[in-house]
């Protein structure tokens, strides 16, 4: 779930179309989360996409989404960078530093956090199976 950001290719050059194929997957998803277009956010994600929040929780794409098409959970801005693309057959993981300005309830937060997307394609098509958040307590 990044936005904004740089990427670099990490791996061997017949790695390369599939690694920028997955960061214009991330570009999108990163866009329709500032847009907190719901709809568009779920078709970047699997039926079975969960989200480990920060504390461990986690959250089931129906739930997150809802908690988004109600409007308690807005995304207002996402810059990401050292995003890190890493690619094997028909699956990528996606690491980056993301921060965010978000409101959610209505009281505005912003986060700093070390973010990890894993990605499966099936049917030529990459989606999200899992996010995962970390809370960084210094600048990286």
């Not at 699997?46 to 929040?53: E, F, K, L, R, V």
């Amino acid at each position: 779930m990044f936005a904004h950001g740089e990427g670099h290719a990490m791996s061997s050059k017949k790695d390369r179309a599939a690694q920028e194929e997955i960061l214009e997957v991330e570009r999108e998803f990163g866009d329709a989360m500032t847009r907190n277009d719901a709809e568009a956010i779920g078709r970047f994600l699997s039926d079975d996409w969960i989200i480990i929040d920060p504390n461990g929780g986690i959250i089931d794409k129906s739930h997150f989404l809802a908690v988004i098409k109600s409007g308690a959970l807005k995304h207002e801005a996402m810059d990401s960078g050292d995003i890190r693309v890493r690619t094997h057959p028909n699956t990528a993981t996606v690491t980056a530093v993301t921060h965010t300005r978000t409101k959610y309830l209505g009281k505005e937060f912003t986060t700093h956090e070390r973010t990890t997307d894993v990605f499966v394609k099936k049917d030529e098509r990459w989606q999200c199976v899992l996010t995962h958040l970390t809370t960084l307590t210094k600048k990286t």
